[in-house]
């Protein structure tokens, strides 16, 4: 998270044999000031709101939106292209073998035209479900980044509690061992 070793270590101040905390690191305290730029401006977006009451994948779809998921899931299966093929190699097939007497003779442009037809209309239908669907999935993105940035604030909310709470111990265990090397100067001095 950006805390270095050194911020966790403590220095004895030169006079009073005291520890005092160690400073942060130039790399820290540009990391903290960019955190802290970061939430400063999220604050003034309208933060998004993660618990929804009704969730964007429950809300009723157009039928627009349907009939453009129904044709992408048709057309985008095995089963589709299978059908598909069988049906245009049965229309060359029963057209080479008719010969002269085909409805649709070998430039077979009316099957070139039906195929242009279906990619006509395919393609958007194919695109409106892709947008949709990319949609749902920057919403879900934007939502895991939000959930994201409260997770990182509150693991350097944990840290700081964690460097504080270093820092105090560190003191008071100071604090005892100076205080005992005082009972041991003066009883040392009561023995000589």
């Not at 905390?21 to 998004?48: E, G, I, N």
């Not at 990619?119 to 949709?132: E, H, K, L």
């Amino acid at each position: 998270m950006g805390l270095s070793i050194c911020s966790l270590s403590t220095r004895m101040h030169p006079t009073t044999s005291t520890p005092t905390p160690a400073a942060p690191s130039p790399v820290d305290q540009v990391l903290r000031a960019h955190r802290r730029a970061h939430r400063r401006s999220r604050a003034k977006v309208a933060p998004l709101v993660l618990t929804d009451a009704v969730p964007q994948e429950a809300l009723p779809l157009t039928r627009g939106q349907r009939m453009a998921d129904a044709v992408a899931s048709t057309i985008g299966s095995w089963r589709f292209i299978l059908i598909q093929s069988t049906a245009i190699v049965f229309w060359i097939g029963s057209n080479v073998w008719f010969g002269a007497n085909s409805w649709d003779p070998y430039p077979f442009i009316l099957l070139n035209l039906l195929l242009s037809f279906q990619a006509a209309y395919t393609a958007p239908a194919i695109m409106m479900s892709q947008n949709r669907q990319s949609e749902l999935d920057r919403r879900h993105a934007q939502n895991d980044y939000e959930i994201n940035v409260k997770a990182e604030l509150e693991i350097e909310l944990l840290h700081e509690k964690i460097d504080i709470l270093k820092e105090r111990e560190l003191l008071a265990l100071t604090e005892a061992v100076r205080h005992l090397s005082l009972q041991l100067e003066a009883l040392s001095q009561k023995v000589h």
